[in-house]
T-cell receptor, first 110, second 114 residues
Framework: QKEVEQDPGPLSVPEGAIVSLNCTYS??????FMWYRQYSRKGPELLMY????GNKEDGRFTAQVDKSSKYISLFIRDSQPSDSATYLC??????????FGKGNQVVVIP | DTAVSQTPKYLVTQMGNDKSIKCEQN?????MYWYKQDSKKFLKIMFS???????INETVPNRFSPKSPDKAHLNLHINSLELGDSAVYFC?????????????FGSGTRLTVV
């Protein structure tokens, strides 16, 4: 079993819809949880960063972490065509070794 | 004013050749990384250096050799290139202190071995 599981299936949504992405993980040592956004032919950029279980909001983006279920989510409200990208979950332990999910390609259709 | 810069952006080369990719960061970060992203977009760590010292070396063929002349630079040298080495290679950097785990990535080097 991979450390981080993320269903890589592409996701197409109409503009204005809510995008919901999630990852599961198996390593209890993971303490820090991140979402990265990667546009085509660019490097990943940090979108959201959380440490504890619970919700964190930043504008239209909400990250959720449930450590008891080893499950993290990212929600994008009022999605825009500019949100079209690949979203990768990532998590690290105290040694700062980052493990990535496979990424979800999101397409927001105008 | 690029934070993490990699050169070259594109590299097309023949099997068996030796090539290098350079990476520089101007963020003052202590730790630098090389990641490989395959055609299915999966990012896998290859190496990590902290203050010029190797701290992570995943199961990577020894044809790949990282070199860190100082903490702002981490280069990747690849010997005897194979078709399976074709991928996008990303350099990244971060601060080692706990509580700041965000990585800053370069824009990638697209390597094609023919």
């Amino acid at each position: 079993q991979k450390e981080v599981e993320q269903d890589p299936g592409p996701l197409s949504v109409p503009e204005g819809a809510i995008v919901s992405l999630n990852c599961t993980y198996s390593n209890s040592a993971f303490q820090y949880f991140m979402w990265y956004r990667q546009y085509s032919r660019k490097g990943p950029e940090l979108l959201m960063y959380t440490y504890s279980s619970g919700n964190k909001e930043d504008g239209r983006f909400t990250a959720q972490v449930d450590k008891s279920s080893k499950y993290i989510s990212l929600f994008i409200r009022d999605s825009q065509p500019s949100d079209s990208a690949t979203y990768l979950c990532a998590m690290s332990d105290w040694n700062n070794r980052l493990a990535f999910g496979k990424g979800n390609q999101v397409v927001v259709i105008p | 004013d690029t934070a993490v810069s990699q050169t070259p952006k594109y590299l097309v080369t023949q099997m068996g050749n030796d090539k290098s990719i350079k990476c520089e960061q101007n963020l003052g970060h202590d730790t630098m990384y090389w990641y490989k992203q395959d055609s299915k977009k999966f990012l896998k760590i290859m190496f990590s250096y902290n203050n010029k010292e190797l701290i992570i070396n995943e199961t990577v063929p020894n044809r790949f050799s990282p070199k860190s002349p100082d903490k702002a630079h981490l280069n990747l040298h690849i010997n005897s290139l194979e078709l399976g080495d074709s991928a996008v290679y990303f350099c990244a950097s971060s601060q080692a202190e706990q509580g700041d785990y965000g990585y800053t990535f370069g824009s990638g080097t697209r390597l094609t071995v023919v």
